[in-house]
């Protein structure tokens, strides 16, 4: 992906009535002005501040977002190591991939050795993994806004609610934002490199090889679309651009390109290929069902400007207008052409969420730094420098104070009971107190073995897609007419020691549970509505001949 030499781009625009020779001269001289000094210090600084912030973000997180987080990886990882763990439909159509659940696998494995898979460590060592990942993710963040702006850009590329709230989580999508920053780097380096504006020790010439930079790149680049498929939809856009502009086209398409496509491919094959016993090639398996076949449109359908209209503006949140002023001051259209080209692609399909433009949601930071940055250096004609950092000030204090009680608030309170209840079934499980549960509520509204860690026999409401459109799952019937459907498929529910049920529907169940059952546990869940219902609270009942305590 080209873009202009840094000299137009390294820092915030001039002042404001300077002509245009002396913009000229300023820019000659730019070129050879160092780069300020960050307050950061050095980048080993750089991650260890990550880290340590990543951490305390991890252990914040006590809500529910995505049953993907769960269901899509720790549920896969628990059942390899443990022997047991629900496998949705997904895998047994064969359209997840093994690699991204194998990482935590290795985790899981380490805490089994060291007899630490206790409740806590194993809600909490997850997401603190993933924080570690997360930081990395920062880390490659700075450096490409020093690399493609200056230092001074690279330390306000600050991070707002959204990434609070989603990056530690155990979602694909936020491994797959992590290897998106850290490959475009590695890719803007190769730019730099083959340009002659940055130095790349113990390299050759660009004409005679490319640079490693860009290799490295592209293998990140494969394992994010061996985790998430639709992650060709990024790089598509930036191999596309540098391949029209490339001298040594075949070069690039049959010496780097396909060779470690094919070569992570079938490595990610041959991996799945074991796991699943099968022969299977999973992102055929995932493009055919998602993009060819419409299949993720089952989970529900948005207007195709979703996206553009409310998805990312809610995202980005009190960012939006000084990324905006950002790419409009920086003219870096490269990057802000990615960011539409992502958002355009995935709004074509109708089934769309939130998480799936996170990898390019960081970039937005990255311009409402650089409008940061400019409005702390600038110095406007006839204004004092009190006024203009006042004005920077401010502006700080705006973006605090609406991302940081928003994060907190959705990463602490909002949807926190259905993370609650299985910590408390864990524990009272691990404790002889329980002996089955069924889950009374919309399909994978909670956790599931990757939190109770014990086996014991559980049940929820299938939500498995038909091959006849129509057709109501479990989830679904239940909804409708909960009363009607516990008395056809359950009975009289005796053979559970415990249900879980959101209180929008004990409503209508209480009859039935209050012959055999008894209330023992109560969670807060939600101040607003969630899905279809108000879903304040998440409850918990135990069948009367069984023990409990508060």
């Known amino acids: 992906m080209s873009h202009r030499r840094r000299s137009n781009a390294a820092g915030p625009p001039p002042p404001e009535g300077v002509g245009d020779s002396s913009t000229a001269q300023a820019s000659s001289t730019e070129k050879e002005r160092p780069d300020p000094p960050s307050v950061l210090g050095s980048e080993r600084r750089v991650l260890a501040l990550a880290l340590a912030f990543r951490a305390a973000n991890a252990l914040l997180v006590r809500t529910y977002f995505n049953p993907d987080e769960h269901w899509q990886c720790l549920e896969v990882a628990h059942r390899i190591v443990f022997g047991y763990g629900h496998l949705t439909w997904e895998w047994k159509r064969g359209l997840r991939s093994y690699l991204h659940p194998l990482v935590f696998a ?59 709230f989603c990056i530690t989580r155990t979602l694909s999508n936020s491994m797959e934002t992590v290897l998106t920053i850290t490959g475009l780097y590695y890719w803007f380096v190769a730019i730099e490199s083959s340009k002659g504006t940055l130095v790349v020790p113990r ?42 502009q490339t001298k040594s086209k075949s070069r690039f398409l049959f010496l780097e390109v396909i060779p470690l496509g094919v070569f992570v491919l079938a490595v990610t094959t041959f991996l799945d ?63 802000a052409g990615l960011i539409v080209w992502v958002l355009a692609v995935y709004s074509i399909l109708g089934h769309k969420e939130f998480r799936f433009v996170l990898p390019v949601l960081p970039l937005m930071f990255m311009f409402s730094g650089y409008n940061l940055a400019a409005m702390a250096q600038f110095k406007g004609k006839g ?29 602490l309170y909002h949807q926190r009971g259905t993370e609650d209840v299985m910590f408390y079934l864990s524990r009272e499980a691990h404790d002889g107190r329980v002996k089955s549960v069924l889950f009374l509520m919309p399909c994978h509204s909670t956790p599931y073995y990757s939190t109770l860690h014990y086996n014991l026999p559980m049940r929820f409401l299938d939500c498995t897609p038909s091959e006849n459109k129509g057709t109501l799952d479990e989830s679904d019937r239940f909804l409708m007419n909960p009363t009607d459907f516990v008395g056809k498929v359950f009975g009289n529910l005796s053979s559970f020691s415990h249900i879980v049920l959101f209180e929008s529907e004990e409503r209508h169940l209480k009859l039935l549970l209050h012959n055999s059952f008894r209330e023992v546990r109560r969670f807060f869940h939600s101040h607003f509505k969630v899905d279809r219902d108000l879903q304040s609270s998440v409850v918990v009942y135990s069948r009367m001949n069984i023990p409990w305590q508060y």
């Not at 503006?313 to 990057?335: A, D, N, Q, V, Y």
Request: glycine share 4%; charged share 10%.
């Open 203 to 244: 390299q050759k010439p660009a004409s005679k090889q490319s640079p490693p930079s860009r290799k490295m790149a592209l293998l990140i680049a494969a394992l994010a679309c061996a985790i998430r498929p639709t992650s060709a939809i990024t790089w598509l856009y930036v191999g596309l651009l540098d391949f029209i």
């Open 106 to 164: 290795a985790l899981y494995k380490i805490l089994a050795l060291l007899h630490l898979d206790t409740p806590w460590f194993m809600v909490m060592a997850p997401r603190l993994l993933q924080a570690v990942f997360a930081s990395f993710g920062d880390l490659y963040l700075y450096k490409l806004s020093k690399l493609i702006f200056n230092n001074h850009v690279a330390q306000w590329a600050l991070v707002n609610w959204f990434m609070l």
């Open 273 to 335: 290929c074991w796991m699943y016993g099968s022969r299977v090639i999973v992102p055929l398996n995932f493009l055919k069902f998602n993009l060819f076949s419409s299949g993720g449109d089952y989970y529900g359908t948005h207007v195709f400007h979703w996206y553009f209209s409310q998805g990312f503006p809610s995202m980005i949140w009190t960012f939006l207008p000084f990324s905006i002023s950002g790419i409009m001051k920086s003219r870096e259209w490269r990057l």
């Open 383 to 411: 204004r004092s420098e009190k006024g203009h950092l006042s004005r920077f000030r401010l502006s700080v204090i705006l973006l605090i104070l609406t991302n940081v009680p928003m994060a907190l608030y959705m990463s």
